[in-house]
């Protein structure tokens, strides 16, 4: 089922290419319109495989990255609204494509289980994947960034200078992108960690016993954890931001996606629900 919005963002690629190439006005407004049918298709097949599974279909390597894909669409598409900007939309939606072709690949809604059936770890998990969402954006943001500022440092104004914001609101945009999903992240490990202590002593379901801090999947969110606290501090405290602060976004977010597909998907014990 996973493959229906899988078309509809490649439609949604090709749309922010050609307004990326012509800087047209109605080829954006082509694009954003493209990218909210292609959310909405996905909300639906979100909703279908809801009421097929009993649950929220957001548990398993290729549900998770899934919803991560929605999510991020939501939020990119909110952001572009917000602030009339959709230069950023060419380097977001080929992402999407990509995570929800990997989705597509492992399409199974895992059967109801008694483990799954608890608020506390649906609020786990999307917490997580709206912190996911938001350093995604902040990643992108990012790697504008470094591209605008090589661009204008070389003192070469031409395909970037004329296509995406100033270095000022890019870099605002990330800080506001990073402190967001910090914040969504903090508040899911510890609705996780209570869903976990309450849980564990009575269960016998092994992928429940298996997580602990040596867990891959628990190590690393906890490393990009790490990472994006000292992003945030490093903003505040000692002046890192501009090429830095993208920097440790990008870096930051190559530590998520490591987290949502190998680790998820091959060395986890404790997340194959």
Not at 214 to 221: H, M, R
Not at 224 to 234: D, I, N, P
């Amino acid at each position: 089922m996973n493959f229906i919005p899988l078309l509809f963002y490649a439609a949604a690629g090709l749309a922010y290419g050609l307004h990326f190439a012509r800087r047209s006005p109605q080829a954006g407004r082509m694009a954003t319109a493209s990218l909210a049918a292609a959310a909405l298709v996905h909300t639906f097949v979100i909703g279908m495989q809801t009421m097929e599974a009993g649950h929220l279909p957001f548990v398993g390597a290729a549900a998770a990255i899934s919803a991560f894909v929605w999510l991020l669409a939501v939020a990119y598409l909110y952001t572009e609204v917000s602030t009339d900007e959709r230069a950023i939309g060419v380097f977001i939606v080929p992402l999407l494509l990509v995570l929800q072709a990997v989705s597509a690949v492992g399409d199974r809604v895992p059967e109801p289980t008694p483990v799954l059936d608890s608020p506390l770890l649906a609020l786990h998990v999307m917490s997580v994947l709206f912190a996911y969402a938001g350093f995604a954006l902040a990643c992108v943001v990012g790697i504008t960034y470094v591209l605008l500022f090589r661009e204008l440092k070389a003192k070469q104004l031409g395909f970037f200078a004329a296509r995406l914001p100033s270095l000022q609101v890019l870099d605002a945009m990330n800080g506001r992108a990073v402190g967001i999903g910090w914040l969504f992240l903090t508040a899911g490990l510890v609705v996780g960690a209570l869903w976990l202590f309450q849980l564990q002593p009575d269960t016998v379901d092994p992928r429940v016993r298996a997580m602990s801090l040596l867990d891959p999947k628990i190590f690393v969110v906890l490393l990009s954890w790490l990472v994006y606290s000292f992003e945030l501090y490093a903003r505040r405290a000692i002046g890192w931001n501009g090429k830095r602060a993208a920097w440790l976004s990008a870096l930051g977010f190559s530590i998520v996606l490591l987290n949502l597909v190998p680790v998820g998907y091959f060395l986890t014990e404790s997340h194959n629900f």
